[in-house]
């Protein structure tokens, strides 16, 4: 965790309001739709979009269908597109695996997994450009369908779900991986066309020997933020910290437990001088943080703030 700029704690900009976190958010009840690749009902303008997203706070980490809540994050860069054809195609891939019904062994399922996803519908890594935003951004990957490790892992384990398989991404350090089956469990590279992953090349991944930690299976909303993380690091390395603001924005919707997020936005808030917004995201943080250390720091920070 990065710590916050001492020169910007003095500027004190107009204040504006600012989106607070509710921490009594996840005692609603929100009902799941029906299994099935129906696309939500589209709607015409950002608030309704940014509802929707809003919603994906709300949801248990095991209602989210990953591939359609990273379109859901990625339809607020596409205002007033037609993801008709996006679904369609989530639609026309999950019909093609259905006539490997009977892959009953990671081997198995990772084989029909590459053959569907590369061999037949043309889905790699993008290895030419890799740091290009559209790599991450889930609408140009798909009509691309070219992306980062995250992108393309997140559509094979949705793919694999709804064909009851036990798919995970996993949290490997630099390139997320995919993971089939629980004990054994089979790992495959959707960068790498689905290829399988072999112990020694895991270790050449790492630049180590591999742990366990290495290949453990990501929650569904640690795969979005780590996909919303790639989009917000990226922004910043290109100078344009407006638009990693609205990442750790989006981040902090579907992710409010995420204490991460929150101190990234306030450091942004900061950075762009905007004290009121980084004194409501380290008190929403405060809300969400048990570790006694990070707790003293936030508070020493929110001190700071209101004393300059």
Known sequence: MRGLPESDLSQ?????????????ANNLCVIR????????????????????IETLGLLDDDEIELDHAALALSELDHEGIDLDPHYALLEEIADRLGDFAEATT?????????????????????????????NADLVRVIERRR??????????VAAARRMGWAAYATNTPGHVLVRLGDEPYGLIDPFHDGTPVSDERLSALL?????????????????????????????ERDG????????????????????????????????????????????AMLEVTRDPERRALITTTLRALADG
């Open 106 to 134: 990671p081997e198995e399922q990772g084989a029909a997994l590459a053959q569907v996803f590369h061999g037949e519908f043309g889905f790699s890594g993008d290895a030419e450009t890799y740091d290009a935003p559209v």
């Open 33 to 52: 739709p029906s299994r099935g690749l129906a696309p939500p009902p589209r709607k015409g303008h950002m608030a309704a979009m940014t509802a929707d």
């Open 207 to 235: 630049g180590g020997t591999p742990g366990p930690e290495h290949v453990s299976p990501m929650s569904n909303r640690r795969v979005l933020v780590r996909l919303l993380l790639n989009q917000a690091s990226r922004a």
């Open 147 to 156: 992306g980062l490790p995250v992108s393309l892992s997140l559509l094979y």
């Open 12 to 24: 004190a900009p107009l204040p504006q309001s600012v989106r607070r976190y509710n921490p009594y």
């Open 240 to 283: 344009d910290p407006l638009r990693a603001l609205t990442l750790y924005e989006r981040m902090t919707l579907i992710a409010p437990d995420n204490a991460d997020g929150w101190w990234e936005l306030a450091r942004l808030q900061l950075q762009l001088q905007n004290v009121p917004a980084a004194r409501a995201s380290l008190s």
